[in-house]
């Protein structure tokens, strides 16, 4: 998202593969900066499907495959994919060469398809590397730093290091960004929680190590202003969901859903907490394959109470009540509804005179629901 903001600030035109989508499946492709339209969707999927002459293939290979022609016929500056699952064996990873590599930090997701150590799920993370190519890593345990150091040894690749090559924190309301030997004077990101400081700075070292390419500091301070990430730790203020409410409560989204997410999420909570003091409460829905105690653990003596939902649509969705058991177990105060509406309501309603703060969280595919209830389009 802050590459993207960046560069289409700079005046670039920009390809963008990503997923999982919120509310429209449209979201996954974006060319040069807008949203692939319903037919050229329509026949590039019907297309990969004859191209495919009915031999297997998944969800998310026809999916990119409809991605990349679509790229293919249309011109940008630059395209921007994301992994959709590990790296080493993922469909993004069939492109040959690439300018740059990011590698965020990396946490226990996916055990089932990537392994169940940090050191095994960076291993297949680094496999998106490519030899003598710029890389950008972020932050990273020390079993996933050997991981990775041992594959960008292995290949040659051009690692550059947060806390060696670059860095960026907030000092004095502001984003510091230092790069080699140079120093950037930032404003803070759009996008509230100190990870994001983190993600920034991935983004502007990933743009700078970019061969014969200058970004000049307003576009990226614009980029960073501007940057827009639905579900990601973002205030819904119209919509039905937010009419119970008082004018003074506060209503977000957050599609965090592993205790990596859980843990930056509660931390940016805190944070809104000291500065803004106001109960917490969680409205939570999850996957069945995740690990909900993991996640809701990080709001312990933060969180007033854990109020549980399923995921709509989600035949893999993990039962409310099943949720609200574990957080029950964790020592929270928790009660399963069957939508988040209705949970809503209930929190306010018995608080006439208090303002709350609740935060929706626990699932991309819940976020995308609440989305939809709130008759917010990602555009």
Known sequence: AFMRAILEAAGLRVHVYSSPHLVRFHERIRIAGELIAEQELCDRLLAAEAAN?????????????????AFADHQADITLLEVGLGGRFDTTNVIPTSAVSVITPVDLDHQEFLGNDLATIAHEKAGILRPHAPAIIGPQ?????????????RLGALALWHGQDWLS???N??????????????PLPGLPGNHQLI????????????EDAEFPQPAIAHGLTHVNWPGRLQKLDKGALCRPLNTGSELWLDGGHNPAAGRVLAAALADMEERHPKPLFLICGMLANKDAAGFLE?????????HTVPVPGEASGLPADRLAATARKLGFQSIAHDNAATAIAIIQNE?????????????LYLAGAILKQSDYIPR
């Open 53 to 69: 002459d009915g031999a297997p293939i998944t969800f998310f290979e026809i999916t990119s495959a409809a991605a990349f022609a």
């Open 351 to 363: 608080r006439p005179d208090h303002d709350v703060r609740i935060v929706i969280c626990g699932s």
């Open 169 to 171: 924190f907030n000092e």
């Open 173 to 186: 309301g502001r984003l510091i960004f230092q790069y080699r030997n140079g120093l950037l004077d930032l």
């Open 199 to 210: 993600n920034a700075g991935a983004a502007i070292a990933a743009l700078l190590a970019l």
């Open 141 to 153: 345990q020390p079993q996933a730093e050997a991981a990775i150091r041992a594959e960008v040894d």
């Open 298 to 306: 990080n709001f312990q003596g933060l969180a007033t109470a854990v």
